[in-house]
């Protein structure tokens, strides 16, 4: 007896792919089309925050409706004996992880939740016990031997670990265009690889060992990427206390290399025992040491890195060893590295700013973000949905909607749809709030640029009188400065000069961006 029916086949196969696959690639998009058949319901192709979970894919219900459906059926026909292929049998198996992991959403989803309130997540977890038994149920039958054997305690660890990467990757990386779906999707794989099945099977035990190294404009999210990458790494869970043996949120340090003198560089990434320079009073334990095996360091701007600390970290990722500052004892480093930089590090190696072996360490997994420039070229309508995002976390759910209204309709009218905002996503925050506050912003870049224009133009045509001059170049420099003090030492006139010279009508267009 078979176990699966040709119309079978293709169903429970498709479930396998939703188990295993990359939820942020069009391949779920298919696989929900072929296990539903004529019930599909179209949706958007790109989960992300600015889209109801729900209405990002309609089907859930029904997939986990068929799916409860047919894991039972096939489970009874193994039991009686059928004598499944390899390839059924391992389509089954990923019918059941699917199934086992939408029954137990609701826990995975509580772990989640109470994470993000701050609150413990490494206390008992009374649903293992039901989750474990389900999973034998399913997977542990007489005289059937899985293809992929894993152990319920395992799975039940791996199943919260998707949903964690799932939250930190949809929540934590924005934007609804096709270069913002492709982000999420490489930060997914940076988790699980692009094998998941080898994944669950080994993989999970040495991903820590594979840097990761994130390139990409200022403002365009590498830090959230390195976090989602971070919440996303696998935690065991331990059966005996029915708890995890770590909470997720604890286990990120961020380091802003930019930020620090490489002394305090060194401190803080290696520790340094006590006396060992000028204001060592005590023994430090540096990020590396204080890493967990499942915790992760992320090393901001790596490509402003000084030479004899490259050398230092070069040996970090050889060897996964260093020693604190002034002290000769070899220590371990366990965890995960994240590296990011805004750099062209080709160009600093050809200059010989940056080691050549340390970038080939590096370069393991290599995430590029996509700027904001590209979001809106590939999808023009990208820009309102991420203006109400930012919108929804600056001032919550009750005014986001008339703050997202106000900022596109400023943006239209004085930016225009070609500004380029070179300082990506973070310069498009910082709009939203400058006109939250002021109800209006002014890029550095356009400063002056149109009322500058317009007063060469009218020098250059003599159409100005000497104190039409004078008020103009008083407003001009007061917008670029915002002090009449230093308005005046740079006009050399008195304070209360220029405050008498300031045109109001200029000065709003100047502020206002015309």
């Known amino acids: 007896m078979a176990l699966l029916s040709d119309a079978e086949r293709p169903v429970v196969q498709a479930f396998a792919g939703l188990a295993t696959g990359n939820p942020f690639l069009p391949e779920r998009v298919e696989n929900e089309r072929v296990a539903l058949g004529p019930t599909f319901i179209d949706g958007t192709a790109v989960w992300h925050e600015g889209a109801d979970l729900e209405a990002g894919s309609p089907n859930v219900d029904a997939l986990l409706a068929l799916c409860e459906k047919l894991g039972p059926e096939l489970r009874e026909r193994l039991a009686a004996g059928a004598s499944p292929s390899g390839a059924d049998l391992r389509a089954y198996q990923g019918l059941v992880f699917y199934l086992l992991y939408y029954r137990y959403l609701g826990v995975f989803s509580e772990l989640v939740d109470r994470g993000g309130r701050g609150e413990t997540t490494t206390g008992g977890v009374s649903a293992y016990r039901r989750y474990r038994d389900d999973a034998r149920h399913f997977l542990e039958i007489d005289g059937v031997r899985m293809p992929l054997r894993l152990e319920p305690q395992h799975l039940f660890a791996w199943g919260y670990q998707i949903r964690r990467a799932f939250e930190g990757t949809f929540r934590g990386i924005q934007g609804g265009s096709m270069p913002a779906a492709r982000l999420r999707a490489a930060a997914w794989q940076s988790i699980f690889t692009h094998d998941v099945v080898r994944y669950a099977r080994s993989l999970y035990r040495r991903m820590g060992d594979v840097t990761t190294l994130i390139l990409g404009e200022s403002g365009t999210g590498k830090e959230l990427v390195a976090r989602a990458i971070s919440l996303g790494r696998y935690i065991p869970f331990d059966e005996k206390k029915s708890a995890f043996e770590e909470d997720p949120r604890s286990s990120f340090s961020a380091v802003a290399l930019s930020a620090l003198s490489p002394t305090l560089i060194e401190s803080e990434l290696f520790g340094h025992r006590k006396g060992a320079f000028t204001g060592a009073l005590q023994d430090r334990t540096g990020w590396l040491e204080a890493c967990s095996p499942h915790?992760?360091?992320?090393?901001?701007?790596?490509?402003?890195?000084?030479?004899?600390?490259?050398?230092?970290?070069?040996?970090?990722?050889?060897?996964?060893?260093?020693?604190?500052?002034?002290?000769?004892?070899?220590?371990?480093?366990?965890?995960k590295l994240v590296a990011a930089t805004n750099r062209d590090l080709a160009e600093e190696i050809a200059a010989g700013r940056f080691r050549e072996d340390l970038y080939y360490r590096l370069c393991a997994d290599v995430i590029r973000t996509p700027t904001l420039r590209e979001q809106i070229a590939d999808s023009p309508g990208e820009l309102p949905g991420l203006i109400g995002l930012l919108a929804r976390r600056i001032v919550g759910e009750e005014d986001a909607t008339e703050l997202t209204r106000e900022v596109a309709r400023f943006v239209e009218r004085h930016l225009g749809g070609d500004y380029p905002w070179p300082g990506n996503v973070r310069e498009l925050e910082q709009c939203v709030r400058n006109v939250l506050v002021r109800g209006s912003y002014l890029p550095e870049s356009l400063r002056g640029r149109r009322a500058g224009g317009d007063l060469a133009a009218q020098l250059d045509a003599g159409e100005l009188s000497a104190d039409e001059l004078v008020r103009r170049y008083c407003t001009l420099v007061y917008a670029r400065t915002g002090s009449y003090e230093e308005t005046g030492r740079r006009l050399g006139l008195d304070r209360r000069t220029v405050k008498a010279k300031l045109d109001p009508e200029l000065l709003a267009r100047l502020e206002a961006g015309d």
């Open 295 to 335: 915790g992760t360091v992320f090393l901001d701007e790596i490509g402003e890195l000084e030479a004899t600390l490259q050398v230092k970290l070069l040996r970090v990722l050889q060897t996964r060893s260093f020693q604190r500052v002034g002290d000769l004892g070899e220590r371990d480093f366990r965890g």
